[in-house]
């Protein structure tokens, strides 16, 4: 049996965020707190998602001190923020970050404690406040996932929080809302959907419902993650992307991500490098080493892709599959560590903590080929021998 869990409601298109007020107003919610970062406190979407709630009546306040990759510190002092006021529900509004942040004040302002309580494989399902999501990126999926993603900053590790209570009661998914994102964040959220999309296929608790999803997902986002990047305003492949990022989410959020994901939280924490471009540096070898074990899939992902026919073998196309992730990887211009100013000792020093912390997310359990610590090790030190 599979446990199917979608946000009730999504609004998916341009001008999708003027709908706030009216998707509050159906679920009866009246108090919600804005949870942004200052990028989009300072550039008006924050106050203009205020403005539009306050129109219909509806009273709001702003936490607008997110973080790039949330840690304790800063989601407790939102939590704080919170109880000050009187609200009955939360809004994420920004990229991967603002929403995982929202996602964490909604469980511990209701349940309490510490956010390590709340890591996996602690399954928080019990409902916090509703939340809200409006993402600005293409790429976590996160306003239709339930998970967020925590930095324990004491520890040096990023804290995988997983359950029902984290999935977005609604998401208002506005491709209007990306058209400002410059070229870099646009290839690595996009690869980020990648991933999602290809790690929910392949992963062991995959399932039709989500092979659906992930399968029209990776093609949707292959087919424009390259004219995204080239040309930022292109709002026809703007559109798909966020598309094909949200249906990504559903996907993984449905099914699973696996060993590329567990090996590059780890990556984030210690080198705090933004998660799609740890994501991306990592694709291509990990599918490489993962391929052998799950060649009809990786097949699969090929074919759909029109990497491959389907007069090629399964393991011809699971290699064009890889072939194509090394390229896309040089066409997005993504760097690896090296390039990265990340010294080789510390990469070197700090990989057998990354290896076990992967281990610990529970992520490349779910992989086709379940790696030991060594081989985790290996991997971590072939992206630093390719980059
Ligand atoms: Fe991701």
């Not at 999708?16 to 406190?41: M, Q, S, W």
């Not at 920004?94 to 942040?101: A, E, R, W």
């Not at 080239?230 to 099914?255: V, Y």
């Not at 990592?282 to 007069?311: I, K, M, N, Q, W």
């Amino acid at each position: 049996m599979n446990l199917l869990a979608l946000p009730r409601t999504l609004r998916v298109g341009g001008g999708a965020v003027n709908e706030t007020p009216a998707v509050l107003a159906g679920l009866e919610l009246k108090r919600p707190l804005i949870v942004t970062d200052p990028f989009f406190a300072k550039n008006g979407l924050a106050e203009r998602v205020a403005e539009l709630l306050a129109q219909a009546k509806i009273a709001t306040r702003t936490f607008s001190e997110t973080v790039p990759d949330p840690t304790v510190a800063s989601v407790e002092k939102a939590v704080a923020f919170l109880a000050a006021g009187d609200h009955d529900s939360v809004i994420g509004l920004g990229g991967g970050s603002p929403i995982d942040t929202a996602k964490a004040v909604a469980v511990l302002s209701v349940h309490g404690g510490k956010m390590r309580d709340y890591k996996a494989p602690h399954l928080q399902d019990e409902a916090g406040l509703p939340i809200i999501a409006i993402p600005t990126t293409a790429g976590t999926g996160s306003e239709a996932t339930r998970f967020s993603i925590i930095t324990d900053e004491e520890r040096d590790e990023k804290m995988l929080c997983a359950g029902l209570a984290y999935l977005p009661i609604a998401a208002l998914v506005d491709y209007e809302l990306t058209l400002s994102m410059p070229a870099r964040l646009t290839a690595d959220t996009g690869v980020d959907a990648i991933t999602h999309a290809i790690e929910a296929y392949v992963s062991k608790r995959a399932n039709p419902f989500a092979d659906a999803l992930a399968l029209a997902a990776m093609r949707t986002l292959w087919d424009n993650i390259r004219l995204a990047y080239a040309d930022p305003a292109n709002r026809a492949a703007r559109e798909k992307m966020m598309l094909g990022a949200t249906q990504a989410g559903i996907a993984f959020s449905n099914s699973s991500v696996a060993l590329v994901h567990g090996m590059s939280r780890p990556i984030g924490a210690f080198f705090h490098l933004a998660h799609g471009l740890s994501n991306a540096m990592l694709l291509p070898a990990v599918t490489a080493f993962s391929a052998e074990a799950g060649l009809e899939r990786y097949a699969d992902c090929a074919r759909t892709l029109r990497l491959a026919t389907e007069h090629q073998s399964d393991a011809e196309a699971a290699q064009t599959l890889v072939d194509a992730l090394f390229t896309l990887n040089a066409d997005l211009a993504v760097p690896g560590p090296r390039r990265l100013g990340i010294e080789e000792r510390r990469w070197q020093e700090v990989t057998p903590t990354m290896a076990q912390q992967a281990i610990a997310s529970g992520s490349p359990a779910n992989n086709p080929r379940v790696p030991d610590a060594a081989e985790i090790e290996a991997l971590y030190g072939r992206i630093w021998q390719t980059s």
